[in-house]
């Protein structure tokens, strides 16, 4: 809900407009995907399933879509037990800030006396009894297809310095302010008062980091170059 309105904001304040986007996990979402697109712009996101999905647990679970064959020439996915769910509706979700996205639901004709039906269907909320549970999938298509369009780019060269880069310079600057720059609290109160204080914070940072870099000789330079092994 703020990437967005971040970006609306770069725009009035800036006279140029950033060509990539480089996010962490936190603002995945299918409405930050296509306002990203539709801004002439590319999107680096990392997945939020992203180092969950490298897991050997993760790659094993039945219960998971990503772990189903798809088949896009009959829209199904075919589950462990080799049965088809076929998409049965549609609906419209409507988000917070009145984003529209639509979602598939795919469902299992029969799911009783499947062998594999503990491991695939989970949850105890339901009021339906577990003989009679079918298993179904709720499914963005057009979130599984920005989705896949942005993980080839953060795999690629250019995004993994990208992802590199965004952790040096948010984490790292978080860092510096408050332990070497020793600033933990503001000190006054009022939004004047806070932006001033702001201010002069993001000053002495960047003077700072400027200094660092005329000692380093990396003026000119906005990224890190990846190591290569050798």
């Not at 703020?2 to 006279?15: V, Y």
């Not at 080839?152 to 993994?160: K, N, P, V």
């Not at 330079?221 to 050798?230: D, G, P, Q, R, W």
Request: one cysteine or more.
């Amino acid at each position: 809900m703020t990437l967005i309105p971040l970006l609306k904001d770069m725009e009035k304040h800036m006279s140029f407009k950033y060509k990539n986007i480089v996010a962490d996990a936190g603002y995945e979402s299918e409405e930050n995907y296509v306002f990203i697109e539709h801004n002439n712009q590319a999107g680096y996101i990392k997945p939020q399933n992203y180092e969950l999905s490298k897991t050997r647990n993760y790659k094993k679970d039945i219960s998971r879509r990503e772990n189903m064959d798809y088949d896009p020439q009959t829209d199904s996915y075919t589950c462990k037990n080799r049965k088809k769910l076929s998409a049965v509706a549609t609906r419209t979700e409507r988000t917070a800030t009145g984003y529209l996205r639509k979602v598939t639901i795919y469902e299992c004709k029969n799911c009783r006396n499947c062998p594999y039906k503990k491991s695939c269907i989970k949850g105890n909320n339901c009021k339906t009894p577990f003989k009679d549970r079918k298993k179904r999938l709720y499914v963005s298509r057009k979130m599984e297809e920005k989705k896949a369009e942005c993980l080839e780019r953060i795999l690629s060269d250019f995004g993994t310095q990208l992802r590199l880069n965004r952790s040096i310079q948010a984490e790292g600057s978080f860092a510096n302010v408050k332990e070497d720059m020793n600033f933990r609290r503001y000190l006054y109160r009022g939004k004047e008062n806070v932006l001033a204080q702001s201010t002069l914070l993001a000053i002495g940072f960047d003077i700072n980091k400027l200094h660092h870099k005329i000692m380093t000789g990396r003026t000119g330079t906005h990224l890190f170059e990846l190591k290569k092994a050798s």
